[in-house]
Each structure stands twice: as structure tokens, then as C-alpha cells.
T-cell receptor, first 113, second 114 residues
Framework: NAGVTQTPKFQVLKTGQSMTLQCAQD?????MSWYRQDPGMGLRLIHY???????DQGEVPNGYNVSRSTTEDFPLRLLSAAPSQTSVYFC????????????FGPGTRLTVL | DQQVKQNSPSLSVQEGRISILNCDYT??????FLWYKKYPAEGPTFLIS???IKDKNEDGRFTVFLNKSAKHLSLHIVPSQPGDSAVYFC?????????????WGAGTKLIIKP
């Protein structure tokens, strides 16, 4: 099993550009989530999904969209990148919900100029 | 307003000794707590958890203690090993049956000295 995979590992964008961060898991987990990690702060939840076709907002959803058309994939879209979105992004999945052990991807380091 | 606080950004411990990492929280509705460990350039990995109905949970060298009245939890690592050098995050969740959000502390960087 590959676990949770994320692509790309690194990305540089210009302000206003859009892009999609990819996340996939092969563990048949129902719960998937996206976090961002900024220096000196804990991980903050952007969006999450409790199953295919179901998504909801987390703590910091503005500027991001998600969709969950399959159990395996949970892409994160940046609509119009801003320097404030410079961060490290982690995707995670777990069997049921957040209190179960979450498995994290290796992260995507995004810089917005 | 940080609901989960890890007040020590870093901690240095001699190999073989006990490492104690602390975490405080303000939300009395939190009922489930988790510790994750993170190496550079990797995602966090789950370490140990505790439910609010317990005050201690042990897994090998790792023990988590929960003091609900003080809204404080701690992670003990005994004995500390070089591979334990990492950033440790505590996280909390309220209402484990219906809530899907974890609130994370800022992390403590643990350095194990040989």
C-alpha cells in the first residue's frame, strides 16, 4: 500500500494563478482532510470529507475548494493564489473520523510570489 | 485564541533520560486527545491518544497523562532515544461521535542529545 500520496512536492505560483493539489489514499478510508501548516502554528484544517460526495469547511476554508468524487481522491483547488497561501499543505485520511489515527501524506510546499 | 497550547517551542534531553512534553487546553468540551510526531519533510505520524474518561494511557516507551481539572496533558518518553528527535504536536477533539475537527498545538521540537 502506498498510503497517502500528495503531488506535487513543491510548487511556486504567481499571485492570481490557480492550481490543484492532488491527494490520494489506497486504504479505503472514509475520512479525508486538508491542513495547512505555517511557521509557529499548529496544523489548521482547511476542508474535510466524511465520504464520497460529502465535503465540509474547516477552520480556514477561504480561497480553497474541494471535491470528493471517489473514496480515493481528495483534490484541493486554489482558486486565485495569494501570498498568504504560502504554506505547507498536508492531506490526511482515517478510517472513520478525526479521532481515529490519521495517516498523513508527505506534504506540498507551496510558495506564492 | 489558541485552544491548544504547547508553550515550549523546544526541549533538549539527554539520551536515556525521560522526555516530558506538555500541552494545555482551554476548551472544556474537548474529550479526545492525540499526540503526533513529525520528522522534517514528512507528514505527522500518530503516536498515542487518550480519551477524557481516562487519566493515563501507555504504549511501550510512551505514556500520556491527562489532568482534566487542570486542562493539561503530558507525553512522557522513557527512555529517550536519538530517533525520538522530532517535532511533537498535541491535538484535541470535542464530541468524538459527531465532530470531525482536530485542533492542534504549535508543536514542541524535541532534541535528544547523545
Amino acid at each position: 500500500n502506498a498510503g497517502v500520496t500528495q503531488t506535487p512536492k513543491f510548487q511556486v505560483l504567481k499571485t492570481g494563478q490557480s492550481m490543484t493539489l492532488q491527494c490520494a489514499q489506497d486504504m479505503n478510508h472514509e475520512y479525508m482532510s486538508w491542513y495547512r501548516q505555517d511557521p509557529g502554528m499548529g496544523l489548521r484544517l482547511i476542508h474535510y470529507s466524511v465520504g464520497a460526495g460529502i465535503t465540509d469547511q474547516g477552520e480556514v476554508p477561504n480561497g480553497y475548494n474541494v471535491s470528493r468524487s471517489t473514496t480515493e481522491d481528495f483534490p484541493l483547488r486554489l482558486l486565485s493564489a495569494a501570498p498568504s497561501q504560502t504554506s505547507v499543505y498536508f492531506c490526511a485520511s482515517s478510517y472513520k473520523a478525526v479521532y481515529n489515527e490519521q495517516f498523513f501524506g508527505p506534504g506540498t510546499r507551496l510558495t506564492v510570489l | 485564541d489558541q485552544q491548544v497550547k504547547q508553550n515550549s517551542p523546544s526541549l533538549s534531553v539527554q539520551e536515556g533520560r525521560i522526555s516530558i512534553l506538555n500541552c494545555d487546553y482551554t476548551n472544556s468540551m474537548f474529550d479526545y486527545f492525540l499526540w503526533y510526531k513529525k520528522y522534517p519533510a514528512e507528514g505527522p505520524t500518530f503516536l498515542i491518544s487518550i480519551s477524557s474518561i481516562k487519566d493515563k494511557n501507555e504504549d511501550g516507551r510512551f505514556t500520556v497523562f491527562l489532568n482534566k481539572s487542570a486542562k493539561h496533558l503530558s507525553l512522557h518518553i522513557v527512555p529517550s532515544q536519538p530517533g525520538d528527535s522530532a517535532v511533537y504536536f498535541c491535538a484535541a477533539s470535542e464530541d468524538q461521535d459527531s465532530n470531525y475537527q482536530l485542533i492542534w498545538g504549535a508543536g514542541t521540537k524535541l532534541i535528544i542529545k547523545p
